[in-house]
């Protein structure tokens, strides 16, 4: 059964601190790795993962894929309050253009 | 339009009663996706379209549960004789199909069953 696991489910950090979040995953026909930030309402989408070892960035936020290991990372730096969310990962499969999400991590950033 | 388009955005039904929600994709989005998230818990899977072809229906809970998508016309989902357990925000997501999976999010509508 595929599956997409994300570690931790829940953090709070002060601002300013760094944070890493985890993501594993077991699936077949693997596409591509996603990032969504879920706030109050829609997820929005943050980056697409396809290859190993390429670095993604968008100001403080960046993602890498581990495709041998079979995870990602995302990392934010310099921790913001606006930062608090629900960070989703989610795995894209080769059919029907389906992903397949993990349960989330809940960041919450202390002022 | 330039983003996934859901109504209403809250839905109140009591038991029983019949439940209709809408989705509008981004124009040019040729792939159409229904989740159902429960109190903030992950997103469950119901169904997917291409066009107005059902893609993968292996989601969708076998009664009470139907969707379309038609030409010309929002998509939609409807509920028959709702149940408190179907109680959850409901997300339509549209993507291009290519390349990757990037499937972009509307605002989902906030279905309550009393």
């Known amino acids: 059964e595929d599956k997409v696991v994300q570690s931790p489910l829940s953090l709070v950090v002060h601002e300013g601190d760094t944070v890493t979040l985890n993501c594993s995953y077991e699936v077949t026909n693997f596409r591509s790795l996603l990032w969504y930030k879920q706030e109050k309402k829609a997820p929005t989408f943050l980056f697409m993962l396809t290859s190993s070892g390429i670095e993604k960035k968008s100001g403080r936020l960046s993602s890498i894929l581990d495709k041998k290991e079979l995870f990602s990372i995302l990392n934010i730096t310099a921790t913001q309050t606006g930062d608090s969310a629900v960070y989703l990962c989610?795995?894209?499969?080769?059919?029907?253009?389906?992903?397949?999400f993990g349960k989330g991590t809940r960041l919450h950033i202390l002022p | 339009g330039e983003e996934v388009a859901q109504t209403p955005k809250h839905l109140v039904r009591g038991e029983g009663q019949k439940a209709k929600l809408y989705c509008a994709p981004i124009k040019g989005h040729s792939y159409v996706f229904w989740y159902q998230q429960v109190l903030k818990n992950e997103f469950k899977f119901l169904i997917s379209f291409q066009n107005e072809n059902v893609f993968d229906e292996t989601g969708m809970p076998k009664e009470r549960f139907s969707a379309k998508c038609l030409p010309n016309s929002p998509c939609s989902l409807e509920i028959q004789a709702t149940k408190l357990e179907d109680s959850a925000v409901y997300f339509c997501a549209s993507s291009h199909g290519t390349p990757g999976n990037i499937q972009y999010f509307g605002a989902g509508t906030r279905l309550s069953v009393l």
């Open positions: 989610a795995v894209g499969l080769n059919r029907d253009d389906k992903i397949i």
